[in-house]
């Protein structure tokens, strides 16, 4: 993702914590950004399996030679894992679920929910994210009228295949589904403050599926707070 001019160098609140306990060396490092929301579907998937990890964040501005030789673009989130180098953010999850066998299982077992799974995450990549990210962008109040109603369109078809009763988009269980739209949910109180949103607008699912994200431990836990946040979205949010 690109960088703002001036971010603020590491996180915050109840995700300072879990940084300080992943401070010790780990077979498997993880290099980070805290206001990244790519960063932040792997460090939930992390925290999810409850396996040892090192966290490091990296300063997007002064990027040391080893993180450069694990990741040549520079980009958060990577991985070392024996001295191998991993990157992008799906990738990452998926390898964290083939890597740690015994840990929370954050896929289904059966090979159809387990496609149909990765059909969403897909979906959220491609069409969910890039709405939103539209929405922040959207500077006279034409545009932001038009990115607002096609952010409600892009969750619709989210929202319709929430699974009845929830909490979680396949049910009782939290899943990477849900760990690769979690970053959005909690950053979207940007766009109710600035851009005109409501979750009721999505829907009572959406509304209950959303409260279930962002209070859920491992999304909580690495949350920083949301002053920070907004100063990432800053410069575009000054009209």
Not at 30 to 35: K, L, N, Q, V
Not at 118 to 135: E, N
Not at 171 to 177: D, H, I, P, W, Y
Not at 199 to 217: F, H
Request: glycine letters at 4%; proline letters at 8%.
């Amino acid at each position: 993702m690109s960088y703002p001019e001036v971010i603020y160098d590491r996180a915050t609140g109840v995700a300072a914590d879990t940084v300080a306990k992943h401070a010790e060396p780990q077979p498997l490092v993880f290099y980070a950004g805290w206001f990244c929301p790519y960063v932040q579907r792997n460090w939930i998937a992390l925290e999810e399996k409850g396996v040892p990890y090192q966290y490091k964040e990296v300063n997007p501005y002064k990027k040391d030679p080893h993180f450069l030789a694990v990741n040549p673009k520079g980009l958060v989130p990577s991985a070392e894992v024996n001295g191998k180098a991993l990157y992008e953010s799906l990738v990452i999850n998926e390898f964290f679920e083939d890597f740690f066998p015994d840990t929370t299982k954050l896929l289904p077992e059966d090979p159809i929910e387990k496609a149909r799974a990765r059909i969403w995450i897909d979906y959220i990549s491609k069409t969910v994210v890039p709405a939103f990210r539209q929405l922040v962008l959207a500077q006279d109040p034409a545009e932001q009228s038009k990115a607002l109603s096609n952010y409600y369109d892009a969750l619709k078809p989210y929202v319709e295949q929430i699974a009845p009763g929830g909490p979680y988009f396949l049910g009782a269980k939290f899943s990477l589904v849900d760990a690769t739209i979690a970053p959005w949910v909690v950053r979207d109180f940007i766009h109710t403050k600035y851009r005109g949103y409501e979750r009721s607008a999505a829907g009572e699912a959406w509304e209950k599926y959303s409260q279930a994200i962002e209070t859920r431990d491992s999304i909580v836990n690495t949350s920083s707070d949301k002053e920070y946040y907004k100063q990432i979205y800053a410069k575009y949010l000054q009209d």
